[in-house]
């Protein structure tokens, strides 16, 4: 089908709309979040802190799917920015159960089967078959289960696939099309709501976030798309919305958390900036999955943050328990692995350092934890214990004088703290 799009000599609006089926594959493994980057972690010898579980859900928005994407691409999509939004605010973990052309009746039946303990094909899936990788993510429909038990947060995109065919009645009377989007919108509000009483049923003190869903189509003669037609796409999302509405209504009488994330209105009229449809996919960018991130942040948190500018030589952000380390002694990328000034991070840590002069080594003490860092040194004592490093600290010239620098991820990981690096953004997230 993807083909099939790009031989067409320009727009229609049926190309416009045929939905989120869509088209190509997407990476089964890679992560914005990269353990390979300027933070990699040493093997942990710390014991597990507890950690914010975010499970997302849906369709290919969910997956982060961008034009292009390959399964070697690393999606850097609404889910992403969510992980990042929890790490501002503690340890978290995220795990991404999105596949491609998912109809909200499919994401019912899933659910019903990671309930009830079964396993599900492809062809079970109402949508799913869109998907090259869908077997091997309903194959882990029970790892589905468990990570849902276990959710403090979800978050899922659904729907749009349920309404691509609207294209298909555009030309029929008032009536017809009051019909079909009666009968679409009684669907998908229902299954939708079956969907949001399974996860409830695995994970009853779960926060559930339901996005809406944009149009793809600009207002715009060019594109096949008439005036009369943008308006009838705009009032459909727009009854959507209301229905999404009722939806979360009826949990919230019921005393659950379950709320809805509505970014539609940020693309009317920004269509064209905001997704890849001048490139036939109706995908959002990075414009646009900003947009529904942001709207899942104000939904979930009542913000969004972001990190400061960097200044010029600055080529990483680091965040500590939630405050970002800004000082003049910036950090260093040596190696590819991050480095500190040693009392700046120790203080963001609210950590002790004792530095030994004729060793030149620092204790650095956190709660019941004690690591040892010697310059030039090849391991660093962890309570005693030796455990060998590839990073060592070293002595760094800076505004003027000699700093101790000491590696990020290794202190961090030696101390207990959980260590996340956004490679979008340069940013590592450093949690208790």
Avoid: C
Avoid at 233 to 247: A, D, H, S, W, Y
Avoid at 285 to 305: H, K, L, P, S, V
């Amino acid at each position: 089908m993807y083909n099939k799009f790009r031989k067409w000599s320009r727009f229609s609006a049926a190309a416009l709309l045929t939905g989120s089926l869509l088209l190509g594959s997407l990476p089964a493994a890679p992560s914005a979040f990269a353990a390979t980057a300027p933070v990699a972690a040493t093997p942990s010898q710390i014991a597990a802190h507890e950690s914010y579980r975010i499970v997302a859900i849906g369709d290919s928005l969910t997956a982060g799917y961008e034009f292009g994407f390959t399964e070697s691409s690393s999606p850097y999509g609404y889910v992403e920015r969510v992980y990042e939004q929890a790490l501002f605010r503690g340890r978290a973990e995220v795990v991404n159960y999105g596949v491609l052309g998912l109809r909200v009746e499919g994401l019912d039946a899933w659910l019903s089967a990671a309930q009830g303990g079964r396993a599900v094909q492809t062809a079970d899936i109402a949508g799913a078959s869109a998907d090259p990788r869908a077997a091997a993510i309903l194959a882990r429909t029970a790892s589905l289960a468990e990570d849902l038990r276990q959710a403090d947060l979800v978050v899922l995109t659904i729907g749009a696939n349920n309404f691509t065919s609207l294209m298909d009645i555009v030309g029929k009377s008032p009536e017809e099309i009051a019909a079909w989007r009666t009968d679409t919108l009684d669907a998908y509000a229902a299954s939708l709501t079956a969907s949001i009483e399974k996860l409830l049923e695995l994970q009853p003190a779960a926060r559930i976030v339901v996005s809406d869903f944009y149009s793809p189509a600009p207002n715009l003669a060019a594109a096949g798309i008439t005036a009369s037609q943008y308006k009838l796409f705009q009032e459909t999302i727009g009854l959507v919305q209301e229905r999404l509405g009722e939806v979360v209504a009826g949990f919230d009488d019921r005393g659950s958390d379950v709320r809805a994330a509505y970014s539609a209105e940020a693309f009317v009229g920004k269509e064209l900036a905001m997704t890849y449809i001048m490139r036939r996919d109706i995908h959002p960018n990075q414009t646009g999955y900003a947009a529904i991130g942001g709207a899942f942040a104000e939904t979930i948190w009542g913000e969004e943050r972001r990190v400061a500018p960097r200044a010029d030589g600055v080529d990483i952000s680091v965040v500590v328990n939630g405050r970002e380390v800004i000082t003049v002694n910036r950090p260093v990328i040596k190696n590819n692995r991050t480095y500190l000034a040693i009392k700046d991070i120790a203080d963001a840590m609210q950590a002790t350092t004792v530095w030994d002069a004729k060793t030149k080594s620092a204790t650095i003490g956190s709660g019941d934890r004690e690591v040892v860092l010697q310059i030039d040194g090849t391991a660093m004592r962890v309570n005693g214990q030796q455990v060998p490093i590839d990073t060592p600290a070293y002595l760094q010239p800076m505004n003027g004088e000699m700093k101790t620098y000491v590696p990020l991820a290794v202190l961090a990981d030696g101390l207990g703290f959980q260590v996340v690096y956004s490679a979008p953004t340069k940013t590592a997230f450093i949690n208790k």
